[in-house]
């Protein structure tokens, strides 16, 4: 099975950056398309980021494009996700996510395996 662990996390000021990693198990296939997901305290899990198998295809969700940038090496089982210019509404919980198809789905039901989470925290 797909173990993912995610890493990165922690409290900055707004305006500051953070970049979050997730690693998969060394037994897991690199094609497979990878996510990140997040969910603030009284809210839904909501998609953040999206990359396919070979890094060629990346979605964003909307308030975090022009800030977030999400990367993978071509073939790799690590993910990045590199966030900048902090906002307090990007606090929660990010979540990396891995498929088992390669496309990368804006959605958590195209996603089968999740890590456990780790914590974003903005101040303003």
């Known amino acids: 099975q797909v173990r993912l662990t995610e890493s990165g996390g922690g409290l900055v000021q707004a305006g500051g950056s953070l970049r979050l990693a997730c690693a998969a198990s060394a037994r897991t296939t690199s094609n497979n398309g990878m996510g990140w997901f997040r969910q603030a305290p009284g809210k839904e899990r909501e998609f953040v980021a999206g990359?396919?198998?070979?890094?060629?295809?990346?979605r964003y969700e909307d308030s975090v494009k022009g800030r977030f940038t999400i990367s993978r090496e071509r073939g790799s089982s690590t993910m990045y996700l590199q966030m900048n210019n902090l906002k307090p509404e990007d606090t929660g919980v990010y979540y990396c996510?891995?498929?088992?198809?390669?496309?990368?789905?804006?959605?958590?039901?195209?996603?089968?395996?999740w890590g456990q989470g780790t914590q974003v925290t903005v101040s303003s």
């Open positions: 990359i396919a198998w070979n890094g060629g295809n990346t």
């Open positions: 996510a891995a498929a088992r198809s390669a496309v990368a789905a804006g959605s958590a039901q195209g996603y089968q395996y």
